[in-house]
């Protein structure tokens, strides 16, 4: 089958490239020009100097010194470095599947009809419109140990009270179960949007056939649903790997490091140890685990995607 070119200063054009030499296409990167740039300001910029510190010993006043490969070096001999590594997989990963059952669930609600729904929508997204800093701080008063609800609740049902965020053993989790409240709304909200543009004639169709309402949800829901749930996981792993706030000001990574991630880790280094160039180096390794995540989460569901 012949491909339909065009020929530019003797030289011929396939044809899916020649909008992009079109004035149109010229205009439109013209316009975008200014968005670029102050992106480039904010975002490139700052990651192009944190690679290049990555490879300097931080001199403060005086005059930075190369040292090469060093400050890797000096990251993956740390031994704190693993079990941080260890506490952001496990924070991420059990964030983003609670958030996504919590959020599917109450899509699946949501998208019934009665009496208060649209109450009821507003009331489990409230949570999202809350600033970080609000929600750690209020949630750092529930966890609290003679005050907060949850003792309470504890000790009215005949159980001892725990310190949630002061004991190893449950300050990760505590925090998880904060920023999960936080942020499935995210998730609920974009699986409702996706269930609102199922045909209701298929469910019809199958109800017809005899189909049970778990054939419905695994056959007609489940498939349509997977496209933006794809792309909904992917975002807030990626927004979960690099949070900071409620891990900082509920636990600051503690006790110990039982707590600490990546981002507080990267933190502490730079602003309570002065290892600039450490710091640097943790950030360009938390950059690649993300942008390796990223690329190999996409090319695994290229298709469901709209990929190929």
């Known amino acids: 089958m012949a491909r339909n070119t065009s020929a530019v200063g003797g030289v011929t054009i396939p044809e899916e490239y020649q909008y992009w030499l079109s004035k149109e296409s010229l205009w439109g990167w013209l316009f975008l020009l200014p968005t670029l740039a102050a992106l480039g300001l904010i975002s490139v910029v700052p990651i192009l100097r944190g690679i290049v510190l990555s490879f300097y010993e931080y001199g403060g006043l005086r005059e930075d010194v190369f040292v090469g490969f060093e400050n890797y070096a000096r990251v993956f001999a740390l031994p704190d470095f693993w079990v941080v590594m260890k506490n952001t997989f496990v924070w991420s990963f059990t964030a983003v599947v609670l958030m996504a059952i919590l959020g599917l669930g109450f899509a699946i609600l949501l998208n019934r009809e009665f009496r208060g729904r649209s109450i009821a929508t507003t009331l489990l997204l409230l ?182």
């Not at 909904?232 to 792993?237: D, E, P, R, W």
């Open 127 to 308: 949570p999202w419109t809350i600033p970080f800093i609000a929600v750690a701080l209020n949630w750092t008063l529930l966890f609290n140990y003679e005050l907060g609800m949850f003792n309470g609740l504890l000790e009215v049902l005949g159980f001892q009270g725990v310190e949630w965020l002061g004991r190893s053993r449950y300050a990760l989790f505590s925090v998880t179960m904060a920023y999960v409240w936080r942020n499935f709304p995210f998730f609920m909200i974009t699986f409702l949007a996706a269930m609102k543009g199922i045909p209701q004639d298929l469910y019809e169709a199958a109800q017809v056939d005899g189909s049970t309402r778990l054939d419905l949800f695994r056959h007609i829901t489940l498939p349509f649903l997977q496209p933006i749930g794809i792309v909904t996981t992917l975002l807030q792993s990626l927004w979960t790997l690099n949070h900071f706030t409620l891990v900082f000001v509920m636990t600051s990574g503690g006790p110990g490091n039982s707590s600490m991630v990546l981002p507080v880790y990267i933190y502490r280094q730079a602003f309570i140890q002065n290892n600039f160039g450490v710091a640097a180096a943790i950030a360009v390794v938390m950059l690649v685990i993300m942008l390796g995540y990223g690329l190999v989460y996409l090319r695994l569901y290229e298709d469901e995607v709209g990929g190929k």
